[in-house]
């Protein structure tokens, strides 16, 4: 199976960035496209009452709630196995409680907020996703597991602004979420010029593992689509660089290729290329050493 992987951006907010990062629209190509525009979630909005199914072997999904974008109400999840109730409740979230908005898993707008896959061994899970609202977040998402025979229970995570795609990746027959680091949004730039690595994140035992390094071809392409966007800045003098070449480093940190990274941010730092427009003074040797201690807290 081949993945083409396009870097993970936060959604631009000029023209300037918008023609260097247009790529952004569109997150993944194929395997992997994350939308990124939070701005097409309120064309989603159905006019009052929604009933969402989905179906994988004998466990079906049933979703209903009621109310327009971005204010659901009575949003509830019933599970069947067999054609017995394995769950059933209201749909709540430690970031938006009841008022989550159901959004499809990887951010499209539209379309049926659950799916019934094989997340791990045994009967199918079942993945709802859900948005906060707001101008920069959150997408949630929920799964809902087998606890045993005639119970399931749900495990959810916040992945922040970029979302997430399911996606079988090379070498298991079971699902995962492709997903970006969005510990990278303002970190060193503002969002729009933010570059947020790729992450990939499994789902076993009620828990999320993070499984990047597993998967150096992925990282590779995302590594090179980050230098391209790197190198597309000459043209306006590198005025607001750090966001993606930080992405980059992240990149070949997980590849192992520290020092090859390191000597080339400070080739950078010494043509007077590493520039941040927010933070006028995060430059040159002083982003490289922000950098690397933000890299080795955040486990690359």
């Known amino acids: 199976m081949t993945t083409q992987l396009l870097p993970l951006l936060s959604a631009p907010q000029s023209t300037v960035r918008r023609s260097r990062l247009r790529r952004g629209a569109s997150r993944f190509s194929g395997v992997a496209a994350i939308a990124l525009s939070l701005t097409t979630i309120a064309g989603a909005a159905p006019a009052s009452a929604a009933t969402y199914k989905a179906s994988l072997g004998t466990v079906s999904a049933t979703l209903t709630f009621q109310g327009s974008y971005p204010e659901p109400h009575g949003t509830t999840m019933t599970i069947t196995n067999a054609g017995h109730v394995v769950y059933h409740g209201a749909v709540t979230a430690a970031m938006c409680g009841k008022l989550c908005w159901p959004q499809p898993t990887g951010g499209s707008g539209t379309g049926n907020p659950i799916r019934v896959v094989r997340l791990q061994a045994g009967s199918p899970d079942v993945v709802l996703g859900l948005y906060s609202g707001g101008a920069h977040c959150c997408f949630v998402e929920e799964v809902f597991a087998p606890q045993s025979p005639s119970t399931y229970v749900k495990t959810e995570i916040n992945l922040g602004d970029p979302g997430a795609r399911l996606e ?15 510990t990278f949004a303002y970190a060193f730039t503002d969002f729009a010029a933010s570059g947020l690595p790729i992450k990939l994140l499994r789902f076993q035992n009620h828990r999320f593992t993070n499984v990047t390094r597993q998967y ?14 790197f190198y597309a800045q000459k043209s306006s003098r590198y005025q607001d660089s750090v966001g993606v070449i930080a992405a980059w480093a992240a990149d070949e940190y997980l590849l192992g ?24 003074s995060v430059k040159g040797g002083v982003f490289i050493t922000q950098l690397q201690k933000f890299l080795q807290h955040q486990g690359y």
Do not use: E, M
């Not at 079988?168 to 969005?182: C, E, F, K, R, V």
């Open 216 to 229: 150096p071809k992925l990282i590779r392409a995302d590594a090179n689509q980050w230098l391209s966007a």
């Open 257 to 280: 290729r520290v020092g090859a990274a390191d000597q080339f941010l400070h080739q950078q730092a010494a043509a007077g290329h590493l520039h941040s427009l927010l933070n006028p």
């Open 168 to 182: 079988t990746l090379p070498g298991s027959p079971y699902a995962a979420l492709l997903t970006a680091d969005d």
